[in-house]
């Protein structure tokens, strides 16, 4: 069966420090993969998708940026986080017709 | 542009009235529209798909391309429908998934 992993759950990091979060899905080749940011009141907002190695969309420009070095690993990084970066950041991952989530990342910048 | 748009933040309803959860949304091709459900403490999940014209949980959606919307609707709640409904729209082949803002459901006793 297909799973999804999403690491870590909670993160807290300094304003200016670098980012990494990482996806990475198993049981399912050439997924679909999407990094989203949820938040109250603006639900899921698409940061960024790819469909395969090295290819990547950005659909909000901002201080972050994604990866794809591998068919099943999505990351999302950032040079020097911003107090605006913090949220809750979603991996995703779709087949024929239907997207996985993975458990979320929680990002807190002090 | 692929958008999707969710009017209400919050529908409370009591337990056995029927429930309507809007979406309407813009594409300029053939969408594929989904729902999607977040309980309590548990990750996203697909609810429906409109090109199943599946029932779930006794929930069900009708395209409308006329009027670009795709509501989600169910004749008799309960209490543990409670959760955060959001629509999605995909273009062909699965590529740009994109969500609407959601709405919560509260379903009170």
């Known amino acids: 069966s297909q799973t999804i992993h999403q690491w870590p759950a909670t993160l807290v990091q300094p304003v200016g420090s670098p980012l990494s979060l990482e996806c990475t899905v198993e049981g399912t080749s050439n997924p679909n993969l999407y990094w989203y940011r949820q938040a109250a009141g603006r639900g899921l907002q698409l940061l960024f998708y790819s469909v395969g190695i090295g290819q990547i969309s950005s659909e909000v420009p901002q201080n972050l940026s994604a990866s794809r070095p591998q068919d099943r690993q999505f990351i999302l990084s950032s040079k020097k986080l911003l107090l605006s970066d913090s949220g809750f950041y979603l991996c995703a991952w779709a087949g024929a017709a239907e997207a996985f989530f993975g458990q979320g990342t929680r990002l807190t910048v002090v | 542009a692929q958008r999707v748009t969710q009017p209400e933040k919050l529908l409370s309803v009591f337990k056995g009235a029927p429930v309507e959860l809007k979406c309407n949304y813009s594409?300029?091709?053939?969408?594929?529209l989904f729902w999607y459900v977040q309980y309590s403490r548990q990750r996203l999940q697909l609810l429906l798909r409109h090109i199943s014209r599946e029932s779930i949980k006794g929930f069900t959606a009708d395209l409308n391309k006329g009027e670009t919307s795709f509501h989600l609707k169910k004749p008799f709640a309960q209490e543990e429908d409670s959760a955060m409904y959001y629509c999605a729209l995909s273009g062909q082949s699965f590529q740009k998934l994109v969500f609407g803002t959601g709405t919560r459901l509260l379903v009170s006793p």
């Open positions: 594409y300029s091709g053939s969408p594929e």
